[in-house]
Each structure stands twice: as C-alpha cells, then as structure tokens.
C-alpha cells in the first residue's frame, strides 16, 4: 500500500534556485524520512523526522513536518547540478510494524 | 567501508528456473528488507527482517522466499519467476529498523524473459 504521496511528480530548476518538494501521507506516522536516489542507483538516506517535531535542518536540506496536514515538505536551497536525482519520501506508520513506506517520487532536474 | 552488497548487479532469465538475489551487509544491522521498484509504482516492500530467523511479509511478497540463517545475510529467492517479476530489486539495511534510516544496496535489474 502506497503512503507517501510526493508532489510535483517533476521539477525543473536552475542552479542556484531553491528547490521545494511536498509529501503528503494517510496514517499516523512515527517518523518520515527522505531519500535520494540516482538514476537506477539505490537510494540514499538524507533525513529522519520524527513525528513530535516540526523541523529539521542538515545542511542545504530543510524539512517541516506538519502532521496536522499529514504532509512535509524537503528544501534543497542553492541546488546545484548534482542534486538532480528522484526523491522519495518513506513512512514509518504508527503500531509497530516495520514497514516503511515509500511514496513515487519527485525527480528534480537541476539545469546548469 | 559501511555497506550494502546484492549479486549480481542484472540477470536475465527465463521463466521458471529458480534464481537467488544475494545480499550482504557489513554493518551488524539487525533489520533487513527487500524491495522492487517499478515504473509508476515507487518501491514497495517484498519481505523484511528483523533478526535472524525473523522474517515477515511486506507489501508484495506473493512469488517469493527469504531467509534469514545469519545477521549478515539476507537473500532472496525466486522459486519460479515469471515474467511479472521483471523489476529492480533492492536489499536495505538499518540498526534500528523502520525507526532509523535504511542502507540500500546499488540494486539488482532483473529480467524475467
């Protein structure tokens, strides 16, 4: 079953722009988490946000979480060409299990 | 170096003979998981593990086998593959589980002819 629902399904930018991308799920989570992913590469864990906060920053990256909403969202500020990549949001739904759930993706284009 | 490693990187096949997709890690993670990734429908999980000789189904598990004999180790097999079948394969690795962040492997290309 499909949690994580990103949005826009794609995103071209230039470089240097900021780069926004939505997530939005369906069940109470305990965390969600980022990831990226190079074409046909495996994927890549950028971020954890658990589910008592609001937001989190590591580097160029910033994620908010409103769980109100059941969304977040992933910020690349100042992007550069080799952020272009697909990025999965993942949920880890509330009652124990192990699941971790991916959304389709976003696949960010960062044009030199 | 911290890693996650799958055999072989592509397979082709026919349909019918038994394949397994090894994976490795070299990090003493206690959860393991299986994923394959298709063409608008994202990853989804097939099986995962959360120790040895623990092994439970995830999303898709229909037409395929795990095991689970050492923490190192987490292999997937196919005992009659079909077609259906063909996708991108991935083994993941965590410490913590659903919790924490997963390690994924560089992927396996299956094709199933």
């Known amino acids: 079953s499909q949690q994580g629902e990103e949005d826009p399904q794609a995103l071209s930018i230039q470089e240097g722009e900021n780069a926004t991308m939505n997530c939005s799920y369906k069940?109470?989570?305990?965390?969600l988490q980022w990831y990226r992913q190079n074409s046909g590469r495996g994927l890549v864990h950028l971020i954890l946000?658990?589910?008592?906060?609001r937001e989190k920053h590591s580097g160029r990256l910033r994620v908010t979480l409103d769980t109100s909403k059941k969304s977040s969202s992933l910020l690349i500020t100042a992007s550069r060409a080799a952020d272009t990549a697909s990025y999965f949001c993942?949920?880890?739904?509330?009652?124990?299990?192990?699941?971790?759930?991916f959304g389709k993706g976003t696949k960010l284009t960062v044009n030199p | 170096e911290a890693q996650v490693t799958q055999n072989p990187r592509y397979l082709i096949t026919v349909t019918g003979k038994k394949l397994t997709v090894t994976c490795s890690q070299n990090m003493n993670h206690e959860y393991m998981s299986w994923y394959r990734q298709d063409p608008g429908l994202g990853l989804r999980q097939i099986y995962y593990?959360?120790?040895?000789?623990?092994?439970d189904k995830g999303d898709v598990p229909e037409g395929y086998k795990v095991s689970r004999k050492e923490k190192r180790n987490f292999p997937l097999i196919l005992e009659s593959p079909s077609p259906n079948q063909t996708s991108l394969y991935f083994c993941?690795?965590?410490?913590?589980?659903?919790?924490?962040?997963?390690?994924f492997g560089s992927g396996t290309r299956l094709t199933v002819v």
């Open positions: 069940t109470s989570i305990n965390n």
């Open positions: 946000i658990r589910s008592n906060e």
């Open positions: 593990s959360m120790n040895v000789e623990v092994t």
């Open positions: 993942a949920t880890d739904a509330q009652g124990g299990s192990e699941k971790l759930v």
């Open positions: 993941a690795s965590s410490l913590y589980g659903a919790g924490s962040g997963y390690t």
